[in-house]
């Protein structure tokens, strides 16, 4: 394909990369009619991965942002809603928090119960978007209208929280507080209490909070619910439900607790063969509770987790991962385009073959279809938009744009930051912790680029015989020796201290082995993110040498014992009783017994004074100029795509009306505000403004 002809085609072209990159559940249509089948493509050649999505199963699916969690559940969907007996509800979890509304509170009585008016209705926009659903089979809304209805006026209630509600109250009588003591079930049902209609001191009853947060919140008798619903649905003839719950992860681990002990354990213990769960959410940011794991077995679209039980080497890894890449792409083109047009046509192969640009893309995304739609939509404007193919500098830079306006916002400066589990429970692996913890694992790569260098300039006889070969290797049209140093080695029961960077792509997992010194234990093998390399000046890979399978396994690249100091400096032992903090020689004790070397009793780990200080400013900060999920992301769709874009073209990507997008835009376009501007050509075309882009955008 020749300049002319590329040129030609490149409005098609650029179609193809944005549809890979939108966000949430894409309206993947044409003319009125779903495309979502034509443009699916699985982990598997064998489409396993949808097939698992459609079997009768309870499935949890796990994958980090943007791997395709809700393309499988549409693409599921589609067939499940095309079988006479079988019936789909997609839930999206996080719009359901979302949607409601929060009540200040100023005791502990008030907020425990408001605590539970939010189950109440969090469960309550569940239903409603089931409702939602069903009423698709039916000419009249009465059937349903009537459930809610029950729903609604406390008949569906749980006896526990009944009884729960029956105790507070008896309590609140015995306290003698000034309480409105006729206060009845319907009341807290209601929320009429939490609005403060009844006039009560503050509650110091200890005895009240246990009776409140002792048991799991069941608010609902779930199982009579979904009875009702199963019954309404087979006078149609569905026997089977299927629910699609999305975007488990993004919820707190407390909100994800009521899903799970209100309405996934229900249904997966009661062994209900009227409802399937379908579940989505992150490695490592998931609670399951008690379930039992062979009834919600794990399906993984991270690709080390997918192919790697799989794979007898790296080797296969890499090449079954480039595989998926290139069948992901080809099939976009393919359809977009709407000619014959292979990958040649748009990678320049003259330069390099068409391995080495796929290898290079998963290198950069991970083999994430929205992370190829950012990077492949970056190399538009240098390219093929000018008639030219693809380069290797085009990814390069690419990789640096998808790491500075995509990755790093998350990970810096936003206070919708999530972490994993495991970092919750440590209490003290804060925000501020991992940026600095990032920035030091680079530093120190950087640093052993900088000692190979010095070593094979300065006293080449002394350097290692791979780093020589690795060096000479590689010629480059410049004088700076290629040194890989993007990738590193910790022991495998340590990766939970690198699970919070794995979720923001700051680094990645790519393979397991046996230390270089074989002492029994695993190793897990890490790559730092491709633009963050480009843009501290790490090289990146490993050489393609015979005993390349050597290169990573280096103890210079070993930082278990760099990680393991790096956390042990973040905290300070702390005596519970004496206050007494230990310093780094009273380690081993602490290590071995647990015990204050002052006084002998428990000590606690706590965070370093000046990480909680920070922390707790920055999360003021973040918290007095944040703005609704919507609008935030509005702007970054605005300041990634950087041309100016409609409401529908908006909602396309973020999988929102575009009548709720023109409303979330009122909001960031006050006087006030002034962070989108537009002009009017028949539509309106928002851009994002010069203030937005300093004040969220700057880092």
Same mark, same amino acid.
């Given at each position: 394909m020749n300049e002319f002809e590329l040129q030609a085609v490149s409005t098609s072209i650029e179609k193809a990369f944005k549809s890979l990159q939108k966000s949430g559940r894409p309206d993947i249509q044409e003319n009125g009619k779903s495309i979502v089948k034509d443009l699916y493509v699985d982990l598997f050649n064998d489409d396993y991965v949808l097939r698992q999505a459609k079997d009768e199963n309870h499935t949890l699916f796990l994958g980090r942002r943007g791997t395709g969690k809700s393309t499988i559940f549409m693409s599921a969907e589609k067939e499940i809603d095309s079988t006479k007996n079988l019936f789909s509800v997609y839930i999206n979890l996080q719009t359901c928090i979302e949607e409601l509304e929060s009540i200040d509170t100023t005791d502990k009585l008030k907020e425990i119960l408001q605590k539970d008016m939010m189950y109440k209705n969090f469960l309550t926009a569940i239903f409603e978007k089931m409702k939602e659903k069903c009423t698709s089979l039916f000419s009249s809304k009465r059937v349903f209208n009537e459930l809610f209805s029950k729903i609604e006026n406390g008949e569906y209630i749980d006896p526990e929280f009944r009884r729960k509600i029956e105790t507070v109250k008896k309590q609140l009588e015995q306290t003698n507080k000034k309480v409105a003591v006729d206060?009845?079930?319907?009341?807290?049902?209601?929320?009429?209490?939490?609005?403060?209609?009844?006039?009560?001191?503050?509650?110091?009853?200890?005895?009240?909070?246990?009776?409140?947060?002792?048991?799991? #919140?069941?608010?609902?008798?779930?199982?009579?619910?979904?009875?009702?619903?199963?019954?309404?649905?087979?006078?149609?003839?569905?026997?089977?439900?299927? /629910?699609? /719950?999305?975007?488990?992860?993004?919820?707190?681990?407390?909100?994800?607790?009521?899903?799970?002990?209100?309405?996934?354990?229900?249904?997966? +213990?009661? %062994?209900?063969?009227?409802?399937?769960?379908?579940?989505?959410?992150?490695? $490592?940011? $998931?609670?399951?509770?008690?379930?039992?794991?062979?009834?919600?077995?794990? #399906?993984?679209?991270?690709? %080390?987790?997918?192919?790697?039980?799989? +794979?007898?080497?790296?080797?296969?890894?890499?090449?079954?991962?480039?595989?998926?890449?290139?069948?992901?792409?080809?099939?976009?083109?393919?359809? %977009?385009?709407?000619?014959?047009?292979?990958?040649?046509?748009?990678?320049?192969?003259?330069?390099?073959?068409?391995?080495?640009?796929?290898?290079?893309?998963?290198?950069?995304?991970?083999?994430?279809?929205?992370?190829?739609? =950012?990077?492949l939509n970056y190399c538009m404007l240098s390219s093929i938009s000018k008639g030219k193919k693809i380069q290797i500098v085009d990814l390069e830079n690419a990789s640096l744009s998808y790491f500075n306006r995509n990755i790093l916002?998350?990970?810096?400066?936003?206070?919708?930051?999530?972490?994993? =589990?495991?970092?919750?429970?440590?209490?003290?692996?804060?925000?501020?912790?991992? *940026?600095?913890?990032?920035?030091?694992?680079?530093?120190?790569?950087?640093?052993?680029?900088?000692? #190979?260098?010095?070593?094979?300039?300065?006293?080449?006889?002394?350097?290692?015989?791979?780093?020589?070969?690795?060096?000479?290797?590689?010629?480059?049209?410049?004088?700076?020796?290629?040194?890989?140093?993007?990738?590193?080695?910790?022991?495998?029961?340590?990766?939970?201290?690198?699970?919070?960077?794995?979720?923001?792509?700051?680094?990645?997992?790519?393979?397991?082995?046996?230390?270089?010194?074989?002492? !029994?234990?695993?190793?897990?093998?890490?790559?730092? *993110?491709?633009?963050?390399?480009?843009?501290?000046?790490?090289? %990146? !890979?490993?050489?393609?040498?015979?005993?390349?399978?050597?290169?990573?396994?280096?103890?210079?690249?070993?930082?278990?014992?760099? #990680?393991?100091?790096?956390?042990?400096?973040?905290?300070?032992?702390?005596?519970?009783?004496?206050s007494y903090e230990f310093d780094d020689q009273d380690l081993i004790i602490i290590e071995k017994h647990g015990r204050c070397v002052n006084c002998g009793q428990k000590i606690t780990l706590r965070a370093k004074d000046e990480y909680v200080s920070l922390q707790k400013e920055l999360q003021e900060k973040w918290k007095n100029e944040s703005l609704p999920d919507v609008c935030m992301n509005i702007l970054r769709t605005l300041f990634n795509e950087n041309s100016p874009m409609t409401a529908k073209q908006l909602g396309d990507v973020l999988d929102k009306h575009h009548l709720a997008i023109t409303k979330a835009i009122e909001k960031i376009t006050t006087d006030e505000t002034k962070y989108i501007s537009y002009y009017t050509n028949g539509k309106r075309y928002y851009s994002i403004t010069e203030k937005a882009l300093k004040k969220f955008f700057n880092q």
């Open positions: 206060t009845n079930l319907e009341e807290v049902i209601s929320g009429s209490l939490l609005q403060g209609n009844g006039e009560y001191e503050k509650i110091k009853s200890d005895e009240i909070t246990e009776t409140f947060t002792k048991n799991e #919140i069941r608010i609902f008798s779930v199982h009579n619910i979904l009875k009702e619903f199963t019954k309404i649905l087979k006078s149609k003839g569905k026997d089977k439900v299927y /629910l699609f /719950l999305d975007d488990f992860s993004e919820l707190s681990k407390e909100n994800q607790k009521v899903i799970v002990d209100s309405l996934i354990a229900p249904i997966i +213990s009661s %062994y209900n063969d009227s409802f399937v769960i379908k579940l989505a959410g992150y490695p $490592t940011r $998931t609670y399951l509770g008690n379930i039992d794991s062979t009834k919600l077995p794990v #399906i993984s679209l991270d690709f %080390y987790d997918a192919f790697g039980p799989l +794979s007898s080497t790296y080797d296969k890894v890499e090449s079954t991962t480039i595989n998926y890449v290139q069948r992901t792409l080809e099939k976009r083109l393919k359809y %977009y385009v709407n000619q014959d047009i292979e990958l040649d046509d748009i990678f320049d192969t003259g330069t390099e073959s068409l391995n080495e640009y796929l290898t290079m893309l998963f290198y950069i995304s991970s083999g994430i279809p929205r992370a190829l739609g =950012f990077i916002p998350d990970f810096k400066n936003d206070i919708r930051y999530k972490q994993s =589990f495991y970092d919750d429970e440590e209490g003290m692996i804060t925000q501020l912790i991992q *940026n600095k913890f990032a920035d030091e694992i680079v530093e120190t790569q950087y640093q052993t680029k900088r000692d #190979i260098v010095k070593l094979y300039t300065n006293n080449k006889s002394k350097l290692k015989k791979i780093f020589i070969d690795t060096i000479e290797s590689k010629s480059r049209a410049t004088s700076a020796l290629w040194v890989p140093t993007s990738h590193f080695s910790i022991r495998t029961n340590n990766d939970k201290l690198l699970k919070t960077l794995e979720l923001y792509f700051i680094v990645t997992k790519f393979n397991e082995g046996s230390p270089k010194e074989a002492d !029994g234990s695993k190793i897990s093998y890490f790559g730092l *993110n491709y633009g963050f390399c480009m843009e501290k000046k790490i090289d %990146y !890979g490993r050489p393609k040498l015979r005993n390349r399978y050597d290169y990573w396994r280096q103890p210079e690249f070993d930082l278990d014992e760099f #990680i393991n100091n790096f956390f042990r400096k973040s905290k300070t032992n702390i005596c519970e009783k004496c």
